[in-house]
């Protein structure tokens, strides 16, 4: 494999979502992109993945048993040998939904050679925190060699300051290598910029921001719930989106 390679990494572990979302994933990629690419997924049950999408375990992290979940198992995207992939490798969460070409998360130029590419989180933006819903990064070609080995040796004294895995390579990153932020609108939340204010919200449905490629859920809101209306908290009501249902298959 070369440094040309283009990759779709996601991640399913656990029981809270199933095959049908990587799937998924995976149509709505291939609809959406014109370069050639190769799907990976990262998991710890790859029953009912379609046989297109390359699975492996998801890496061992030297971390003590039973955490809370906080995504931490992301990180291991940044290991210097991840089965011998090589290329550029833009990750997914698996539920989120494409709505347009996502040929740009591979051709955008960065400014810097080791940058990492991710959407500035839209709650609270003074923080410089990146939201790892979507990140391009280098795999296989030694940019980050101590990334993961600083997480593991100094993890009791991360998990203090931050409490998830997007806060901790966000300040990583920005002390050791880049950080750069993708175009505002390419990537937009469900939550704050498709769903009407109460009380338009009774009477229209989820807005499809004009310039979005991809739509990101989280929360209490997933991508069924967007579809079928409901999911939300009384003072974000949620009728059906039609566009989510035509997207999302």
């Known amino acids: 494999m070369n ?27 291939q609809r959406n992109i ?29 971390l003590p048993d039973n955490l809370p979940e906080r995504g931490w198992k992301k990180l291991t995207t940044f290991k210097p040998d991840l089965y011998g992939l090589k290329g550029t490798a833009l990750f997914l969460d698996i539920d989120i939904v494409i709505v347009d070409n996502i040929d740009c998360f ?32 280098k795999v296989g070609q030694n940019t980050y060699p101590d990334l993961l080995r600083y997480f593991e040796q100094n993890f009791e004294k991360i998990r203090q300051e931050v409490r998830h895995e997007q806060a901790f390579l966000s300040n990583y990153l920005r002390e050791h290598h880049h950080l750069e932020y993708w ?7 469900f ?18 921001p004009s310039d979005a490629k991809i739509v990101i859920f989280h929360g209490e809101i997933n991508p069924p719930d967007a579809i079928k209306g409901g ?7 949620v009728l059906p989106s039609d566009w989510i249902k035509e997207a999302w298959q």
């Open 231 to 237: 999911g939300g908290k009384w003072y974000r009501y």
């Open 191 to 208: 939550k704050y910029h498709c769903l009407h204010k109460i009380p338009f919200a009774y009477f229209l449905p989820p807005k499809k």
């Open 3 to 29: 440094t040309e390679t283009n990759y779709i990494i996601c991640m399913k572990w656990g029981e809270k979502y199933g095959a049908e979302y990587v799937n998924r994933l995976y149509n709505m990629v």
């Open 34 to 62: 014109t370069l050639p690419f190769t799907m990976v997924c990262l998991t710890d049950d790859s029953i009912g993945i379609r046989p297109e999408v390359v699975c492996y375990p998801i890496p061992q992290l030297n």
């Open 106 to 137: 591979f051709t955008h130029q960065a400014s810097h050679d080791d940058s990492v590419m991710i959407i500035h989180d839209w709650k609270k933006p003074w923080r410089m925190v990146g939201n790892s819903s979507v990140y391009r990064f």
């Open 183 to 189: 175009d505002s609108s390419w990537c937009v939340s």
